[in-house]
């Protein structure tokens, strides 16, 4: 409302009102503000998730040798092989320096070295066609031989040149058909082959371990069936 004083117009309009047109109040309006800040604050000091890198799981691959020969009379069996307590974990075991071993975090075997050595003999050997059978660790099958193993070494070997996947197996043929201990040895010998890698990456030490894997276990069989077919002509 407006009055006609000393010739001026004058606002009837307070100033409390004119501050309640200007500044509108909410009730809780402090507490409001006050979530919004905490909640900035909790988030600014939430540390951020890092996603975690995925783990490659490796396994050997290779063509199972091809030997030719006369069928041996006798039914291995391929015993669980041990290996040297460096080996006996599924990581990925490398050599950059003398006296050192270290593993990869994020690389690793699908089974540990002992046991891919041996299901991968074990098949090879089936696969040969050079016996009149081959049974694995688990058979209950009698035997008339066999084949027991040790894995000395299963490694990544770096060095400024280049590396290698370095393979060694040693391997006992027993007759467990014979009565006394040393007629039952029929040998033991230790294989070892060093197969350079292609890159040097962990994908290509398993390939290289595989091809390393190849080339034993043609020995290995070339040596049990020999071993085998000459014990047998024996008086």
């Not at 008339?144 to 290698?164: C, N």
């Not at 190849?214 to 071993?227: K, M, N, Q």
Request: proline share 8%; glycine share 2%.
């Amino acid at each position: 409302m407006l009055t006609h004083r000393k010739n001026m117009y004058v606002s009837s309009v307070t100033p409390q009102s004119v501050f309640s047109q200007r500044t509108m109040y909410f009730p809780g309006q402090n507490l409001c503000l006050a979530v919004v800040f905490l909640c900035a604050a909790l988030a600014a000091c939430t540390p951020v998730r890092q996603p975690v890198p995925d783990v490659r799981q490796y396994t050997l691959e290779y063509p199972s040798p091809v030997l030719t020969g006369p069928r041996a009379k006798a039914v291995l069996h391929v015993a669980r092989f041990g290996a040297a307590p460096e080996y006996r974990t599924t990581k990925l075991i490398y050599r950059d320096q003398s006296f050192v071993r270290q593993e990869y975090t994020y690389h690793q075997w699908r089974a540990t070295p002992q046991i891919l050595a041996s299901d991968f003999i074990r098949r090879d050997l089936h696969a040969s066609g050079l016996f009149t059978a081959v049974n694995p660790p688990s058979s209950m099958i009698p035997a008339t031989h066999e084949i027991e193993g040790m894995v000395e070494q299963w490694l990544e070997e770096d060095s400024p040149e280049h590396w290698l996947a370095t393979l060694e197996l040693t391997i006992t043929l027993v007759d467990v058909r014979a009565s006394a201990s040393p007629d039952m040895i029929l040998f033991q010998r230790t294989y070892q082959h060093s197969q350079p890698c292609a890159q040097k990456n962990p994908a290509a030490v398993v390939e290289a371990m595989s091809q390393a894997m190849e080339i034993l276990s043609a020995r290995i069989i070339a040596d049990v069936h020999a071993g085998i077919l000459h014990a047998s002509q024996k008086p």
